[in-house]
C-alpha cells in the first residue's frame, strides 16, 4: 500500500486502544486476534454504527455493512443484476412456484470448522420467521423447509412467488449447532448481538458498540482470495468533519458518509480518491395515513409542495444527486417516473388552510447520524414553517423507529428514511412498504388501498415478468395519487479511498458497498 506507514501505524494502534472490547467473537474461541500487518490492514470510517451484529436485521444497512464480510448468503446479484451463485449452486422452482429446491456446494465450512449443510440453512430460514422481524419482512410467503439430505433443501412457500429466490440474497446463514448452544429464549438474540456464526470470507474477532469492529480473513473460505486485506477494521465515525480529518491524517483508508462540502475539501489532497457508485438510496419522508392530520390527503400534499427539493440537492448534496422522481430510484427496473416534484409554497398555503390545518404541530423521527437526514430534517423544519405549521424533530436510530410504527399511537407524522429495494426487483420493495398487510411492520406510512394491496399481490404471484411489470405499474400509480411520501431525493454513494486500495464496484444487494471487494494492491 502506497501510504506512510509509520504515521498510518500510529493511527492503527490509537483505533484500537479505543474502549475494552465487548468480546472475542472469532467461533467463540475465547483466544485473543492477531492484528495483522499495517499494509495488509484497511480501516473503514463509517457513520454506519450497527445497533447489533444478528444478521436477521440485515434489513438494516448499519447491520448489514458490518455483518457482510463474515457470513455467506445462498445466492447473490452481481452489478448488473443477475443472480449469482453463492452457497447454493442451483435453484429450482416447481411447476406453481409454490416451492423452490435449492442445491449447496459442498466444500463450506463455517468460521467453527463444521460444514455448511442443508440443516443450517432450514435452521437459518425458520428461525427468521419465528422471529418475525428485519429480513423477515423478504420472506413472507417462506411456509417450511426440509432437508432432504446435506447439500439439499426443499422450500415450501405459502403460495405463487417467482420473486422469492432473490430475497434469498439478503438471508445470511448461521452455523446452527454453534448458535443453538446459545439460543436462551430469545432465539440466541443476544448472543449473536455481538458475536459471529459465520462463514464468509472474513471472522469477526473483536466489536465495542458503537466505536469499532475488527474483522480478520479466514484462509479457510471457499471463496479466500489472498488479495483481499488480512484485516479489517470498522470505525464508527458519525461526524462527517472527523471522517474528513481521518482521511487527511491516515487514520482511516476508506470512508462513507461524508458530505458535500468536505468531499469538496477533500477533492486536492494527495493520495486520496473519490469513487462514485450509483445507488439504490432514495430519502423519503413517510406520512402517516392513519392518524393525526397527516391523515388528511390535502395537509400531505401540503408538506410535499413545501419542500425546498432544489435546495437538498444544491447544498446538502452539493450537488451529487437528483431530486427524486417515483417510488424507486432510476437505477432500478420497472419504475414510474412522475417527474421530480416542485415547491410550491402558495399551493401548500392554500391547502393547509383548506384542511384547517394551520398552526398544527406534527412530529418527526429522523436519523440524526445521517448527515442527509439532519440536514433535511431542519431544511423541512424550516420549510413547513413558512406555511404554518409547526415540526417537532424526534431523533432516534432505525429499529426504535421500526418499534415506533409497530402501533398507530405509538407511529409519528412524518419519519424521515432512507429506502431501497434489497435486492434489484421493484415489486417486493413495493409489497413490503405499500401492501396493507405489513402495517405494523415495514408499512411505514400505515398505508391501506385494497386497490394496491390487489395489485401487488398478483404481481408477487404472477409469473409473466412483463405481465407483473404491469401491475406493479399501476400500484405505483395509485401509491403516488394517495400522496403517501414525499419523495425527496436520489444521492450518489461517494466513497473515498486511500491509495493502495481498491475493488470497490457498484453491488445492488449493498447500500453502501460490499466489504469483500476491498483489495489491497501495490
Known amino acids: 500500500m502506497r501510504t506512510t506507514r509509520t504515521r498510518l501505524a500510529t493511527a492503527l494502534i490509537a483505533a484500537l486502544a479505543v474502549g475494552a472490547l465487548t468480546t472475542a467473537c472469532a467461533g467463540g474461541s475465547g483466544t485473543a486476534p492477531t492484528t495483522a500487518a499495517r499494509d495488509e490492514t484497511v480501516i473503514i470510517g463509517t457513520g454506519a454504527t450497527p445497533q447489533t451484529l444478528d444478521p436477521v436485521l440485515a434489513s438494516d444497512v448499519q447491520t448489514d455493512f458490518t455483518v457482510g464480510g463474515a457470513y455467506d448468503k445462498l445466492i447473490d446479484y452481481d452489478e448488473d443484476g443477475a443472480i449469482v451463485p453463492m452457497l447454493a449452486t442451483e435453484w429450482v422452482y416447481n411447476d406453481d412456484a409454490t416451492a423452490v429446491t435449492v442445491t449447496l456446494r459442498d466444500d463450506a465450512t463455517f468460521h467453527s470448522g463444521n460444514p455448511v449443510t442443508a440443516a443450517d440453512v432450514v ?72 458475536n459471529d456464526a459465520g462463514s464468509g470470507p472474513y471472522v469477526i474477532t473483536d466489536y465495542t458498540a458503537n466505536q469499532q469492529a475488527t474483522l480478520e480473513r479466514y484462509d479457510d473460505s471457499w471463496r479466500f482470495d489472498e488479495a483481499r486485506p488480512a484485516s479489517l477494521v470498522y470505525r464508527y ?28 475539501a477533500l477533492a486536492s489532497v494527495d493520495g486520496l480518491e473519490a469513487q462514485e457508485l450509483p445507488s439504490p438510496l432514495q430519502l423519503f419522508v413517510m406520512m402517516n395515513t392513519q392518524e393525526g392530520i397527516t391523515a388528511d390527503p390535502r395537509v400531505r400534499e401540503a408538506i410535499k409542495l413545501a419542500y425546498d427539493y432544489d435546495g437538498h440537492i444544491a447544498s446538502i448534496l452539493s450537488g451529487r444527486g437528483s431530486v427524486a422522481s417515483g417510488l424507486v430510484a432510476p437505477t432500478v427496473a420497472c419504475r414510474v417516473d412522475a417527474g421530480p416534484t416542485e415547491q410550491d409554497v402558495d399551493e401548500a398555503k392554500a391547502l393547509l388552510e383548506e384542511a384547517g390545518a394551520v398552526g398544527a404541530t406534527v412530529t418527526m423521527a429522523y436519523q440524526a447520524q445521517i448527515p442527509e437526514h439532519q440536514k433535511a430534517a431542519t431544511l423541512l423544519q424550516s ?69 394496491v394491496d390487489a395489485l401487488l399481490e398478483e404481481g408477487i404471484s404472477t409469473v409473466d415478468p412483463d405481465a407483473a411489470c404491469d401491475l406493479f405499474t399501476q400500484a405505483q400509480e395509485q401509491i403516488l395519487a394517495d400522496d403517501v411520501s414525499v419523495n425527496v431525493s436520489n444521492p450518489v454513494t461517494t466513497i473515498m479511498l486511500r491509495d493502495g486500495v481498491g475493488g470497490i464496484r457498484y453491488s445492488p444487494t449493498y447500500q453502501l458497498f460490499d466489504p469483500t471487494m476491498l483489495v489491497v494492491t501495490e
Not at 422 to 431: A, D, R
Request: net charge negative; glycine share 8%; no cysteine.
Open 123 to 194: 435452521y437459518t430460514l425458520d428461525r427468521i420467521k419465528a422471529l418475525g422481524v428485519g429480513v423477515a419482512s423478504f420472506l413472507s410467503s417462506y411456509a417450511s423447509s426440509t432437508a432432504v439430505d446435506d447439500t439439499t433443501v426443499e422450500i415450501a412457500l405459502s403460495g405463487t412467488n417467482t420473486t422469492f429466490v432473490g430475497a434469498l440474497s439478503k438471508v445470511y446463514i448461521l452455523d446452527s449447532a454453534f448458535v443453538s448452544e446459545h439460543e436462551g429464549d430469545d432465539h440466541a438474540q443476544a448472543w449473536l448481538a455481538t
Open 237 to 264: 465515525i458519525t461526524e462527517s468533519s472527523t471522517l474528513r480529518d481521518e482521511l487527511k491524517s491516515g487514520g482511516v483508508d476508506v470512508a462513507t458518509g461524508i458530505v458535500g462540502t468536505d468531499l469538496d
Open 383 to 451: 420549510n413547513l414553517k413558512d406555511i404554518g405549521l409547526t415540526l417537532e424533530l424526534q431523533t432516534v436510530t432505525y429499529p426504535e423507529y421500526v418499534a415506533m410504527i409497530e402501533s398507530p399511537e405509538t407511529t409519528p407524522d412524518l419519519g424521515l428514511l432512507w429506502d431501497f429495494p434489497y435486492y434489484p426487483e421493484i415489486g417486493p420493495m413495493l409489497f413490503r412498504v405499500y401492501d396493507s398487510q405489513f402495517i405494523g411492520q415495514t408499512n411505514y406510512a400505515l398505508y391501506s388501498n385494497p386497490e
